[in-house]
């Protein structure tokens, strides 16, 4: 079955960067495109970010140019490096893909950014 796992969570200062890992498990990992999303207390979850079975990237305009998706087909692993985080990043950070007409999300893992 589809598996999906985050780590690299934590508690950070404004500025500060964080990497985030998503090992993934049950499919083959290079024929999918592997997506970042995340929600805030009190707020829907929202996407933040993708990357095609190619490489091509695509982010939210609220994360773009501080953060970077990359994946790395030998592991089975999509990561997130943020940079540059602010106040407003915090929240439950979900591994995303859409696989035989479902999605699935791994369990999150929490991003607080506060000084």
């Known amino acids: 079955q589809v598996q999906l796992v985050e780590s690299g969570g934590g508690s950070v200062q404004p500025g500060g960067s964080l990497r985030l890992s998503c090992v993934a498990s049950g499919f083959t990992f290079s024929n999918y495109a592997m997506r970042w999303y995340r929600q805030a207390p009190g707020k829907e979850r929202e996407w933040v970010a993708i990357?095609?079975?190619?490489?091509?990237?695509n982010y939210a305009d609220s994360v773009k140019g501080r953060f970077t998706i990359s994946r790395d087909n030998a592991k089975n692993t999509v990561s997130l490096q943020m940079n540059s985080l602010k106040p407003e990043d915090t929240a439950v950070y979900y591994c995303?893909?859409?696989?035989?007409?479902?999605?699935?999300w791994g369990q999150g893992t929490q991003v607080t950014v506060s000084s």
């Open positions: 990357i095609s079975t190619g490489g091509n990237t």
């Open positions: 995303h893909v859409f696989y035989g007409l479902n999605n699935y």
